[in-house]
């Protein structure tokens, strides 16, 4: 915002034509337009002035606008530890919006994908709503970031979590997973505790450590009392147990999304301790089976022996 109260809108299009069109439609005393033609020189504009508002458009002639804006995210989160910045909205503008770019753009949080042409009433309508934090057409997704560094398993994921409610990125590893965290702010994790790098529970250990409190489901092929102890101190939402029902997931994922604040890590403490148990007992079955067979034998031999002697005498 200016001195004078102006709201700051930086536009950033390398058409002429159509940064006339946003100058025209949003003629107002309130606002203070600003333009940039590429991306790098939005970038440059975005984190020297406090912007109020950023209209970004897909395709620029250096740098695509997703990348523009996960750039402007990157330095303005590193900006914030030595001043408060407050929430930058955007509106990306295109003639061409595929349904992969809307999704990555809901990712980035993104407050609406308008197409072109646009009428000027509508662009009024929805840069009003936005800068009086009105603006209802946000995105209500709920992201879920998936780490799993096979490709079927996150094929899995995306098939059966994304919805009207729910939308799945995928990951192949812990780095790549905390630099989705960094600038796409997942609503849920869902990590698999054998990762290359890192294991789930050293990714969510970093994770507690930059004082990210993400809920985290932690899914393994095997269970173990000291893996438990060590997610249920984590505050791991849930631990699944490969195979697992789809009903198991899809509850936990829907309670975790939720805020439900009930976990079943003990349940799952108690699943490892009665397997423990149930080992240990058949351990001692087949040691006691091994003693009495070496008895038996033992036994036969005496008897062989003292047959022996007696038909020798």
């Given amino acids: ?38 991306g790098k020189q939005a970038i440059e504009i975005a984190l020297q002035e406090n912007i109020d508002l950023l209209i970004l458009d897909l395709e620029l002639p250096d740098i695509n606008g997703l990348e523009v804006l996960r750039k402007v995210k990157m330095a303005r989160q590193e900006m914030e530890s030595i001043v408060q910045l407050g929430s930058l909205p955007v ?28 009428k000027k009433q509508r662009m009024r309508e929805v840069v009003e709503e936005i800068l009086q934090g009105e603006y209802s057409g946000q995105s209500q997704r709920k992201l879920i970031l998936c780490v799993d560094s096979e490709p079927r398993v996150q ?3 995306k098939r059966t979590l994304t919805s009207g409610q729910q939308m799945v990125s995928c990951v192949s590893d812990a780095l790549a997973a905390l630099e989705k965290v960094e600038f796409e ?26 004082s990210q409190n993400i809920p985290v489901i932690v899914v393994s092929s095997t269970i173990s009392k000291e893996n438990l102890e060590k997610a249920k101190e984590l505050g791991v939402y849930q631990y699944l147990t490969k195979p697992f029902r789809l009903e198991e997931l899809s509850t936990a994922v829907k309670k975790a999304l939720a805020g439900n604040g009930d976990t079943d890590i003990d349940k799952e403490k108690a699943k490892a301790e009665d397997k423990d148990k149930e080992k240990t007992e058949e351990k001692d079955q087949e ?19 003292a047959e022996a002697e007696a038909e020798e005498k």
């Fill in 185 to 210: 702010k997942p609503h849920l994790i869902i990590t698999e505790m054998n990762l290359s790098e890192m294991s789930g529970l050293e990714l969510i250990q970093t994770l507690k450590e930059t």
């Fill in 91 to 118: 509106i990306m503008v295109t003639a061409y919006a595929t349904k992969e770019v809307r999704l990555e753009a809901e990712k980035l949080n993104v407050a609406i994908f308008l197409t072109k042409p646009i």
């Fill in 1 to 38: 915002m200016d001195r004078d109260g102006k709201k700051k809108i930086l536009i950033v299009d390398d058409v002429k034509l159509f940064q006339l069109f946003l100058k025209q439609s949003l003629i107002s005393d309130e606002y203070n337009l600003l333009f940039a033609d590429t």
């Fill in 155 to 157: 094929k899995f994921y």
């Fill in 287 to 305: 040691n006691d089976k091994e003693k009495e067979e070496t008895e038996g034998k033992e036994k036969d031999k005496d008897k062989a022996e």
